[in-house]
């Protein structure tokens, strides 16, 4: 069913580097969940401080209500079981097959036969589309199949929690539709609470339950994808909407009085825009019962009856 993640008061820094500061959000267990944010707001380095691999300098992680910033190493060893990680370049090892690859946690982390490991990996590259691909080298095959073998890798301990770094980093704009594609089906099948760090805005607007934003240093707004979207924030609609006007410039900050010209001459509809769709999973791929109040809020959102989802 996935597990909640819990931020409370978070602050991560490098020296006299602040990153960020007092972040505080719930993952909610099973639901799919982005960060967004200009270039080194920090974004990988909230997933590794989610992970254990770094140590906030305040607040606290609660995964399945333990506080992961406070664990000795041998308890996060334990706690880190439950997270899959996909890193930006499917992070597989050059000169391992891609079933050599996959099998990799199993044969290190369990004490599982060859047999029932075969079963998982095959099992694993079938959900991801790789049937086939087992004796290729990650040198053989594109960016996208890469991916799709750092997923797989990703899934063969049953995750609760899977983070992703910029899955779509890197990948042409076919390629990011599958994988979007990928992801939500996945979700509707294992059920683990996803977070997904992107620059991708189409993604950004079409995959997720909830939508975070860290900007200057702060989370500036976290919460269900549709209220962002329809959000007047200056910050998340000059994100969501990739423009140039608006607080975010090209040095991360703008002056006040350019800022607020650029925002006086703004006229775009606003956020009476449609909301773009949500990404269904895929036919014959069974909705978690939250679909249904998720197309519910969306439908009270518009003012229009529940749709089809
Ligand atoms: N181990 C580290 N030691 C010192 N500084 C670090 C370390 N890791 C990251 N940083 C700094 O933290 C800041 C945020 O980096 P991070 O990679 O998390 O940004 P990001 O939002 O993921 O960026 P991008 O979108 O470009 O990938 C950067 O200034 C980076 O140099």
């Keep these: 069913m996935g597990v909640e993640i819990c ?4 602050t991560k820094s490098f020296g006299r580097q602040v990153i960020w500061q007092d ?17 080194g707001t920090g974004k990988s380095v909230f997933l590794k401080t989610l992970v254990g691999l770094l140590k906030p300098e305040q607040g606290s992680v609660k995964v399945a209500g333990r506080d992961i910033t406070r664990l000795r190493e041998h308890d996060l060893y334990e706690v880190r079981k439950l997270f899959g990680v996909l890193f930006q370049d499917g992070a597989l090892f050059g000169s391992m097959n891609l079933y050599d690859n996959i099998a990799f946690p199993l044969r290190e982390h369990t004490r599982k036969s060859e047999s029932e490991i075969k079963r998982i990996v095959l099992e694993k590259m079938d959900m991801v589309g790789l049937i086939g691909a087992e004796g290729k080298l990650p040198g053989e095959i594109s960016g996208g199949m890469r991916k799709r073998a750092g997923l797989a890798r990703a899934l063969v301990l049953d995750p609760e929690i899977i983070l992703f770094d910029e899955p779509d980093s890197g990948l042409d704009p076919v390629r990011v539709a599958y994988l979007n594609q990928l992801i939500v089906d996945l979700n509707a099948q294992i059920d683990a609470t996803f977070l997904i760090v ?4 189409a993604s950004a607007r079409q995959v997720p339950d909830n939508i975070g934003l860290l900007f200057r240093r702060e989370l500036v707004m976290f919460g269900p994808r549709e209220e962002l979207l329809a959000s007047d924030e200056p910050v998340v609609r000059q ?4 423009r140039m006007q608006g607080p975010i ?9 350019q800022l607020e010209q650029e ?23 069974t909705r978690p019962p939250r679909w249904e109040a998720i197309a519910r809020r969306e439908a009270k959102l518009h003012g229009t009856g529940v749709a089809d989802a």
């Design 249 to 257: 410039g090209m040095a991360e900050e703008k002056d006040a009085a």
């Design 239 to 242: 994100f969501l909407n990739g």
């Design 7 to 10: 931020v409370e008061g978070l």
């Design 263 to 285: 925002l006086a001459q703004i006229d775009d509809g606003g956020p009476a825009d449609a909301l773009t769709p949500r990404l269904l999973p895929g036919p014959g791929i």
């Design 23 to 39: 972040v505080s959000l719930t993952l909610p267990a099973g639901e799919v969940s982005v960060m967004l944010g200009p270039s």
């Design 198 to 201: 992107t620059h991708d805005i």
